[in-house]
């Protein structure tokens, strides 16, 4: 009896990757807009009734596919940030940038469905905010390692901001001066559109080195954030 239910699990593991793999040629092929139950099931060879048991609905499809590419650039990122671990934190925090860009340079596709236009029709639900957090996540535990060892140089916060400061604070790293989180959050989101920008053409013509030029734009995104240089 194990035996058939081992067999079982695993067949049910293959058959939702495959689900999954054809769901992201078509995201390829036809955009988040139009991907449809029917066309997986249809080249997979399967009855759209079968495929619904392993994804109830199309949303239910998308979501799996987004927590997907949220946990791999996040994992890319942690991985970054443990294989710099001997670093000062600014130089492991452009690691971790540059691998956060080159994920979404080799899955562009992915990328874009977590970071381009929303699907219409689609709402995200809960079950995407943790991996959503993850590469965020990675970028303030670099700020903190850098705010507990050797300093990080607090970047202005004007008077009109201090409330709304104090509460980001309280939400995403309350050991941390709210400066700082200001300052992380700014980043972060700074981060993301260099990395939007390039993926999705709007460096065309404009930027031409992009690998020296997004290296510097990170590094001085994490000075920004207070990280001090080397010297």
Do not use: N
């Not at 995407?128 to 390692?145: I, K, M, N, Q, S």
């Not at 939400?171 to 559109?193: C, E």
């Not at 065309?204 to 000075?223: C, K």
Request: charged letters at 25%; aromatic letters at 6%; hydrophobic letters at 50%.
């Amino acid at each position: 009896m194990m035996t058939v239910r081992g067999a079982r699990a695993r067949a049910r593991i293959e058959i939702t990757a495959a689900i999954k793999d054809e769901a992201r040629a078509q995201l390829a092929a036809e955009g988040a807009s139009k991907l449809s139950l029917r066309a997986v099931a249809r080249e997979l060879g399967m009855a759209s009734s079968a495929l619904y048991r392993y994804f109830p609905s199309r949303d239910d499809l998308l979501t799996a596919l987004i927590v997907d590419a949220y946990d791999a650039i996040g994992a890319e990122a942690e991985r970054a940030a443990a294989d710099t671990a001997g670093l000062r934190p600014l130089d492991r925090w452009t690691a971790v940038c540059r691998a956060v860009r080159a994920w979404a340079l080799a899955h562009p596709h992915e990328y874009a469905l977590i970071y381009g236009s929303p699907v219409p029709g689609y709402t995200a639900p809960q079950d995407t905010v943790a991996p959503a957090a993850r590469v965020g996540l990675v970028l303030v535990e670099t700020a903190r390692r850098a705010h507990a060892g050797e300093g990080v140089a607090l970047p202005p916060l004007p008077e009109a901001l201090r409330p709304e400061a104090a509460r980001m604070a309280a939400d995403i790293a309350p050991d941390l001066p709210p400066a700082l989180a200001v300052a992380l959050v700014a980043a972060w989101s700074q981060l993301f559109g260099l990395v939007s920008f390039e993926v999705f053409g709007q460096f065309h013509r404009v930027v031409e080195d992009r690998d020296t030029f997004f290296a510097t734009a990170a590094r001085r995104l994490g000075q920004d954030v207070g990280l001090l240089p080397r010297g």
